[in-house]
C-alpha cells in the first residue's frame, strides 16, 4: 500500500487540521513510500522507534511525535530520535489533539466506552475546541465500582481515586493524558473527572471545587486511540499491524 493513500486517508478520517495544537499533526517524518507494516504507539521515543525498527515497520503512528511547534535546531536528542526513523526510512504519522477529540476511536470516547458508556456532549474546552466527552449512566454508580472498572481494562498497575464530591456517580467527564486544565468545567457539568495524570495544583483545583477525580494514568489513557484506530488501518489497507508498548508507570 502506498503511504500517501494511508496519509490521505488518516488526514481526513481524523479530521487532522480542524483543531489548533502545539503538536505538528499529520506525517512528521517521510519514509519509504510502499507501506506493509505499520506500527501503533503512544509515544514517538527512542525505545518505540528501535522496537518498530525490529517490527520491520514501513510506518509508525504515534499520539505523541517529535516536532511541538516547529523545528530550530536539528541536535541533541532530536537528532538521535530523527536519525534513527531515517535509517530505518520509517515514516512517522501523528495525532495529538485530533486522537484525543475523535468521536469513535479517540482516547476520550474509547475511555468512556470502557465504562459502557457513549459520547453524550462534548466537554474539555482547548484552545477554543472541545476535546473530551460527557457520558451518563441511567442510575448512579458507586465510585470504587468505575475505579476497579478502569483498573481491570486498562495497562496500568493502579487507579487513584480523589474523592471530593459525590461517591455516588452519574454523569462522568472524561479527558485523557494531561487533563487538569479541565477540572473547572468538569465541575460544573459532572459528578466525575477521569483522566491520566493528576498534579498538586489540580489536587488543588478539585478539592477547592469539591470534584471528584480518578487518575489513570497519562500512557495508560492514551493507549486506547492508536488501538483503537490499528483495525481500521488493517482491514482498510490490508497491511500488517502491531502495537509497541513502552510503559511510563506515569
Not at 1 to 9: L, N, P, S
Not at 65 to 71: E, L, P
Not at 150 to 176: C, H, I, N, T, W
Not at 215 to 244: C, D, N, Q, S, W
Amino acid at each position: 500500500m502506498e503511504r500517501d493513500e494511508i496519509v490521505k486517508f488518516l488526514d481526513e478520517f481524523l479530521s487532522i487540521s480542524a483543531y489548533p495544537d502545539k503538536s505538528s499533526n499529520g506525517l512528521q517524518v517521510e519514509g519509504r513510500e510502499e507501506v506493509n507494516t505499520v506500527a501503533f504507539a503512544v509515544d514517538a521515543c527512542l525505545d518505540t522507534i528501535v522496537k518498530a525498527r525490529a517490527f520491520n515497520a514501513d510506518m509508525l503512528i504515534v499520539h505523541h511525535g517529535i516536532i511541538w511547534g516547529g523545528v530550530n535546531y536539528v541536535k541533541g536528542l532530536f537528532a538521535k530520535r530523527l536519525r534513527e526513523l531515517m535509517k530505518a526510512e520509517m515514516n512517522l504519522y501523528v495525532a495529538h489533539v485530533p486522537l484525543d477529540a475523535h468521536p469513535e476511536v479517540g482516547n476520550n470516547a474509547q475511555l468512556l466506552k470502557l465504562l459502557g458508556l457513549e459520547p453524550k456532549e462534548p466537554f474539555g474546552e482547548y484552545r477554543g475546541v472541545k476535546i473530551g466527552f460527557i457520558g451518563e449512566f441511567e442510575e448512579p454508580k458507586p465510585l470504587p465500582m468505575i475505579a476497579q472498572i478502569l483498573a481491570e481494562k486498562l495497562p496500568v498497575d493502579y487507579v487513584k481515586s480523589y474523592e471530593f464530591g459525590l461517591q455516588e456517580v452519574k454523569r462522568v467527564a472524561v479527558m485523557s493524558g494531561a487533563g487538569g486544565f479541565a477540572i473547572e468545567e468538569a465541575s460544573e457539568k459532572a459528578d466525575l473527572l477521569i483522566t491520566g495524570e493528576f498534579t498538586h495544583a489540580d489536587y488543588r483545583t478539585a478539592e477547592d471545587l469539591r470534584l471528584t477525580v480518578i487518575a489513570a494514568g497519562h500512557y495508560a489513557t492514551e493507549t486506547l486511540g492508536v488501538k483503537a484506530l490499528m483495525p481500521i488501518i488493517r482491514e482498510k489497507f490490508g497491511v500488517k499491524t502491531v502495537f509497541i508498548d513502552s510503559p511510563t508507570g506515569l
